[in-house]
T-cell receptor
């Protein structure tokens, strides 16, 4: 079964600094990867996804992630963060490209942006 | 507007009460899910329904009873809950890509 490891539980950064949130997954023949963001008292919102094609994926709010098959990683990056990026970020993986197979989530990384 | 609507957003109940959480999706998806999110713990998958059929039950206690009358609606019936069941319950739906679309969640407090 797939598993996801988010290596940092908390990441504090200053506004306008770059940030990287790390995610590693257990190996599989084919894998689909996702990053979600959760703001306080809200559900999860999709930031970006990798299904196939280019290994560099761009998402909403200026975030991007790079799929690295050899290192089984899918790290999330943003070159310059804002206070409004403060939230919980979840990496998720799926084995199959079909409905009805639930995503497996990491434990989450809390990004705290201060001025 | 996420396309997935959960009601109620907040619920407080005693251990002897019976209540239900409701989820409705307007996205035309075929699969629906219940996840439990507790503080300091990872998201826990509870139930999966695909084309109204339950395809996964992750060893969830019987005091949680799901119901999926059609592909657009999903319920979670609650009875004789424990205080440790207090959590955010998230509903989600998906189509062929496996990408999940989440509702805002129902915050449950069991007294």
């Amino acid at each position: 079964a797939q598993s996801v490891t988010q290596l940092d539980s908390q990441v504090p950064v200053f506004e306008e600094a770059p940030v990287e949130l790390r995610c590693n997954y257990s190996s599989s023949v084919s894998v689909y990867l996702f990053w979600y963001v959760q703001y306080p008292n809200q559900g999860l919102q999709l930031l970006l996804k990798y299904l196939s094609g280019s290994t560099l994926v761009k998402g909403i709010n200026g975030f991007e992630a790079e799929f690295n098959k050899s290192q089984t990683s899918f790290h999330l990056r943003k070159p310059s963060v804002h206070i409004s990026d403060t939230a919980e970020y979840f990496c998720a993986v799926s084995d199959y490209n079909q409905a009805g197979t639930a995503l497996i989530f990491g434990k989450g990384t809390t990004l705290s942006v201060s001025s | 507007e996420t396309g997935v609507t959960q009601t109620p957003r907040h619920l407080v109940m005693g251990m002897t009460n019976k209540k239900s959480l409701k989820c409705e999706q307007h996205l035309g998806h075929n699969a629906m899910y219940w996840y439990k999110q507790s503080a300091k713990k990872p998201l826990e998958l509870m139930f999966v329904y695909n084309f109204k059929e339950q395809t996964e039950n992750n060893s969830v206690p019987s005091r949680f009873s799901p119901e999926c009358p059609n592909s657009s609606h999903l319920f979670l019936h609650l009875h004789t809950l424990q205080p440790e069941d207090s959590a955010l319950y998230l509903c989600a739906s998906s189509h062929l890509t496996g990408e999940l679309f989440f509702g805002e969640g129902s915050r449950l407090t069991v007294l």
